[in-house]
């Protein structure tokens, strides 16, 4: 049993890796360092590693601590405190920073928060429905913003954290183009997040066909033809879409035909219909 709590919490340590575009080398030796300390069950090591990684301002080291307070690996879990490290990993240019907390703002074990939750996930402008959007002005005022929201119906505001939540969690947890590297897959992966059902699907390259990789229940299976996973890309993408649709309970009295859709091209960019 521990070995396999373990290696669960490691899961997210992993989703937490340095990106390219802020990271520095020295940070990155760093992260693994409290990585594998981590992973060989020394948190005394792991802690003492943290420490120094974030008194040399390292970016990816602050998010790597948002992961370990938020999930309460080898410190006490700390959300209010995972918090302060996400945005300082954010204003230091780690762009999973944003991500992780929209997803941290949106889950049920944090409060939810919505109105944070909404706040960080329009950072990225374009990655929401526009049943989910706020006037150009209350964008660039809190106070404002969330008046906007206080008078939003309440199925709404349940309906647009859950989008959020899931589509943060997936974008905070798989790094394209290193994902699809690992597996020698190249060009571009759309996902079609139908929100009512709910149900996540893949389609990769100029294929036509959709692939299912994302469910929580099997039931929603029946009218289709499921195929199995070609290769370990699509497993490891199911494996994300299968935690971000578990993690946040289905608001409910959304329509089925309620689609976002999200392309990964070497980066991520959103295209919401």
Same mark, same amino acid.
């Given at each position: 049993?521990?070995?396999?709590?373990?290696?669960?919490? /490691? /899961?997210?340590?992993?989703?937490?890796? #340095?990106?390219?575009?802020?990271?520095?080398?020295?940070?990155? *030796?760093?992260?693994?360092?409290?990585?594998? @300390?981590?992973?060989?069950?020394?948190?005394?090591?792991?802690?003492?590693?943290?420490?120094?990684?974030?008194?040399?301002?390292?970016?990816?080291?602050?998010? %790597?601590?948002? !992961?370990?307070?938020?999930?309460?690996?080898?410190?006490?879990?700390?959300?209010?405190?995972?918090?302060?490290?996400?945005?300082?990993?954010?204003?230091?240019?780690?762009?999973? =920073?944003?991500?992780?907390?929209?997803?941290?703002?949106?889950? &049920?074990?944090?409060?939810?928060?919505?109105?944070?939750?909404?706040?960080?996930?329009?950072?990225? &402008?374009?990655?929401? &429905?526009?049943?989910?959007?706020? @006037?150009?002005?209350? %964008?660039?005022?809190?106070?404002?913003?969330?008046?906007?929201?206080?008078?939003?119906?309440?199925?709404?505001?349940?309906?647009?954290?859950?989008?959020? =939540?899931?589509?943060?969690?997936?974008?905070?947890?798989?790094?394209? #183009?290193?994902?699809? @590297?690992?597996?020698?897959?190249?060009?571009?992966?759309?996902?079609?997040?139908?929100?009512?059902? #709910?149900?996540?699907? /893949?389609?990769? =390259?100029? @294929?036509?066909?959709?692939? /299912?990789?994302?469910?929580?229940?099997?039931?929603? %299976?029946?009218?289709?033809?499921?195929?199995? *996973? =070609?290769?370990?890309?699509?497993?490891?993408? !199911? !494996?994300?879409?299968?935690?971000?649709?578990?993690?946040?309970?289905? &608001?409910?009295?959304? #329509?089925?035909?309620? %689609?976002?859709?999200?392309?990964?091209?070497?980066?991520?960019?959103?295209?919401?219909?």
């Amino acid at each position: 049993m521990r070995a396999s709590i373990t290696a669960t919490l /490691l /899961l997210a340590l992993m989703a937490a890796a #340095p990106t390219a575009s802020a990271g520095t080398y020295a940070g990155a *030796m760093a992260v693994d360092a409290v990585r594998n @300390s981590i992973a060989a069950r020394d948190c005394v090591t792991a802690v003492k590693r943290l420490k120094s990684g974030l008194e040399n301002e390292y970016p990816e080291m602050a998010l %790597l601590a948002g !992961s370990m307070y938020e999930n309460g690996i080898c410190v006490k879990r700390d959300w209010s405190r995972a918090v302060t490290f996400y945005v300082q990993a954010h204003d230091a240019g780690e762009k999973d =920073g944003s991500a992780r907390l929209v997803a941290g703002y949106a889950d &049920p074990a944090n409060g939810p928060d919505v109105a944070a939750a909404l706040w960080w996930a329009w950072k990225n &402008p374009g990655a929401l &429905p526009a049943y989910c959007g706020v @006037s150009t002005e209350a %964008l660039a005022d809190p106070d404002r913003f969330v008046a906007e929201l206080n008078a939003w119906p309440k199925d709404r505001l349940a309906a647009c954290n859950y989008i959020v =939540g899931v589509l943060a969690t997936i974008a905070a947890e798989v790094k394209y #183009p290193e994902l699809a @590297s690992s597996h020698g897959i190249g060009g571009d992966v759309t996902l079609r997040f139908l929100v009512g059902v #709910p149900r996540i699907e /893949l389609q990769r =390259g100029q @294929s036509h066909e959709y692939e /299912l990789v994302g469910w929580v229940s099997s039931d929603t %299976l029946r009218d289709r033809k499921t195929r199995k *996973m =070609g290769d370990g890309f699509e497993a490891a993408l !199911s !494996s994300v879409a299968n935690r971000a649709l578990a993690r946040y309970p289905h &608001p409910g009295g959304i #329509p089925a035909d309620t %689609l976002v859709q999200v392309q990964f091209s070497f980066g991520i960019s959103h295209v919401v219909r």
